[in-house]
């Protein structure tokens, strides 16, 4: 059984920044892409950030190009979301996923692509 456990959200004002960790139950975490999604009160589910399960490919979506920056450890299981100079429409929860991949530079961008999703971090973003 995997379980995905997000940490790290929390008020932050306009400009700032935060580090979101993802940690990821199991042995096989290096075989596992992950990624980031976020949601903000009534709106859709949208992609953020993704890791290929050796670490070496990331992907951003347009909006956060250039501020945030995703990393993996996988020695400790975690996958990280630097997020910085923060906007007021930065602000929703983010979701952790992870999926099982035999392609070591597999990313991917969707949400139908991850079978495993953790339980979410608020972020808060005061202008």
């Known amino acids: 059984q995997v379980q995905l456990v997000e940490s790290g959200g929390g008020l932050v004002e306009a400009g700032g920044s935060l580090r979101l960790s993802c940690a990821v139950s199991?042995?096989?975490?290096?075989?596992?892409?992950v990624g980031w999604f976020r949601q903000a009160p009534g709106k859709e589910r949208e992609f953020v950030s993704a890791?290929?399960?050796?670490?070496?490919?990331?992907r951003y979506a347009d909006a956060v190009k250039g501020r945030f920056t995703i990393s993996r450890d996988n020695a400790k299981n975690t996958v990280y979301l630097q997020v910085n100079s923060l906007k007021p429409e930065d602000a929703a929860v983010y979701y952790c996923?992870?999926?099982?991949?035999?392609?070591?530079?597999?990313?991917?961008?969707?949400?139908?692509?991850?079978?495993?999703w953790g339980q979410g971090t608020q972020v808060t973003v005061s202008s």
């Open positions: 996923a992870a999926s099982y991949s035999v392609d070591a530079y597999a990313i991917w961008t969707t949400s139908n692509d991850y079978e495993h």
């Open positions: 199991g042995r096989t975490f290096n075989w596992w892409v």
């Open positions: 890791v290929s399960r050796t670490g070496g490919g990331t």
